[in-house]
Each structure stands twice: as structure tokens, then as C-alpha cells.
């Protein structure tokens, strides 16, 4: 990149609409994939980057070199009270048949091993974007999977819950191997799933009787746990509480941010919230995550956003923010505050929105485009009347 490629590409802005052909235009010459072409093209990409440049500056796009990506962000649809998600004709495009759901529940079944089940219950329900079909049985089993033809499903036992498990024991190196063992013999290859967590349902392992491992994929290095197929089960007997295997459609988008420029992004869109606490500290990684409205609800009214953060507040009164669900490399900027233990849990109420934030910042476009609350761990105590905190010991 020369040093106008980089003005434009660090200055763009997504207030104004770019002229539909003018960007399909400026789009032809800088993607044009024929070196023959590129050879006669390229004074004029100069010239089209050079007379465009006020445009593409104030338009959404970014240009990265002799690349063109759309800026991805779109305003979210807003909705008052918590409502199901109702099914369109459109959603109901390509859906398999209410017969083939059965057929299909009936062949997952036995291939888990569940040969007496009966179906008693199924429904067409709407999983974010996606579309599934949800199975229960008379034995409290449920079978979710993608209507559409997908390989992803979610297999849960509630009935294990009931049995006399509580004996069962194992080692968090026996519950992988375990683990591993289970996948293949359901007909999964975990190969290409490289990264494995492993947790146990009680304080301590020698506790535990419910054990839960996932295999995540991890392209360039990074944790996708959109891609991941995840096992509970009771050791020693290899009873399953459940089997998800998810399948999101990552994008492997390319890095064109650094690390600084997602830090000032989020610091100024933080500056939004009107909150004023003292940062303590700003941190940022790559990772990969899916665009939410989380961080756009939290700086549009952060009021509202902690209000309705509380177990008791009303589901009628809350405001939910809908987009795509996009699977994206970003970089996850965490902003943690400094603020007196005291006001943290005020009224003996423990408010984690003072904790910090953590924002999506798109690793190829900028944009924020979505965020969650971070896990900040904290311990505190009481030392002569006042809430103080106990140092984090350094690891």
C-alpha cells in the first residue's frame, strides 16, 4: 500500500451511500482478475483510486490494496418485549417435510443408540437465522437439526438426569479419551478438531459423575467454537447427556486491522455509553466470533441494557436488537474499569455490567459488530468495614 491506498483505507466512514454502478465500476478495476488486463488496468486503478477517493472515504467500503470489501454492518430491526420468532413462507424455502424430519429423527435415534423411542412432540422453530427441526420423545429425549439439510444437530437425554449416576468418577486425561472414543463411535472424525476444553459438573474432579469435552476446529490459529462438536456424558458407564455437533459458516476473512487502530475504535465507541468510569486497563486479541447487536443495544441506551440484564425484569419491557449472523475474524477489545468494589456490588447486588466490555472490532473492515461481557474474575472481601478487593495472584 502506498501512502493514498493507506488515507483511504484509514479513513473511511460508513455515513454516506456510494453510487451503486460508481462502486460496481471502481469494484471492475480493482478486482480484475486477468493479467493481460491487470497490466493495461493498472494506471487506471491509480486514476480511479485517485479521482474516487473523496467517495469511497465517506462510503461503505474499504479498500485494502487492490481489494474492495463491503462494509458489513447494517442497522439492526428493533423489537419491543420478547416475542417468538415467527416463520415465514420465505424461512420455509428448502425445508425438509414434517414425514423426512421424522425419518431423520428416527435414523438419529438409532444411530445413538436409542432404539425404543417414540416421537411425541415436533415443531419448526427458528434458531437465529437458521431454521430447525425440534423432536422429543417419551423417554425425555430431545433431537434438534437443521431443516435445511445441515449436518448439525443437538441430541439431549434429560432421563440420564433421573438414573443413580452419581457414583461414577474419571480423570479429565480418561474423560478425553472417553470423549474421543464416543465420537468415533457415532461416525464423527475429530481430526480436523484441534483444540479440546474439558469441564467436570461438580467443584473438584473427584466430585464429579458428569463430564463435558469439546472439540473445537482452529483455523489460523484461532478458536472457532462455531465449528465444534461438544459431548456430556456420565463415566465409567459412557451414558450421554448430550451431542451437539455445530456447523457455522466461518469466513476466514482477512486481517487488515491492527491491533491499535481496534483499541481506538472501541475506546471511542465506548465514549457512546456516557458512562465515564476510569479505564483500568484495554487489552485485545484476535479471535473468531458471530455478529451480535450486543455492544450496538449496550451504547444506544446503556440504561436500558442493565435494567433488563436483571433476573426480575419484565420480558415485555425488553428491547432486542436483530442482525445477521455473521461469523467473522475480529479482534476482541476488552476494556476493563477501575471502580470501588463498593459501588460494583451496591445494594448487595452484584452489577457485572461494571465490570468491563469486551467489543467485536472486524478484523478486515473495522466496524464494531458486536460484543459481550467479559470474564473478568474477582475476589473481594470485607476488611474493617469496607468492600476491598483481593488481589489477583499472578500466574
Sequence with gaps: MDNLDKKIYQEINTNIEIPTMLE?????????????????????????????????????IVYAGATVYEKIWKEPTKIIGIVSDNITEEDLKGTISEIEAKDKADEILRKFGYTNEKIKTMRLEKDGDDIVWHIETNNKLSVSFDAKGGEGLCLFSDDILFKDIHNYRTTREEAEKTARKLCEKYGYNIDAYNYVETYFNMDTEEESYIWYVNFSKKPDNLVDRYNQISIAFVPEIDELRYFIVTE???????????????????LTEEQKTNINYKIKETNAELGIAAMNTDAYARTIDYQQYCKQSKMDYLEKNYVVYHTDERIRKVWKVTIEYDIPMEEIFLEDSFNMNDLGYTYYIDATTGEVIGGESPEINIKAEYKNGNLVEIPTEEK
Excluded at 471492475?28 to 483510486?49: D, F, H, M, Q, R
Excluded at 457455522?248 to 472501541?266: D, F, L, M, R, S
Design 24 to 60: 460496481t465500476k471502481i469494484k471492475e478495476v480493482l478486482n480484475n482478475n486477468n493479467i493481460e488486463n491487470k497490466k493495461s488496468y493498472k494506471p487506471w486503478t491509480k486514476i480511479a483510486t485517485t479521482a474516487c477517493a473523496t467517495v469511497i472515504m465517506t462510503a461503505g
Design 248 to 266: 457455522g459458516k466461518y469466513e476466514n476473512n482477512p486481517i487488515y486491522i491492527t491491533e491499535e487502530q481496534a483499541k481506538e475504535t472501541a
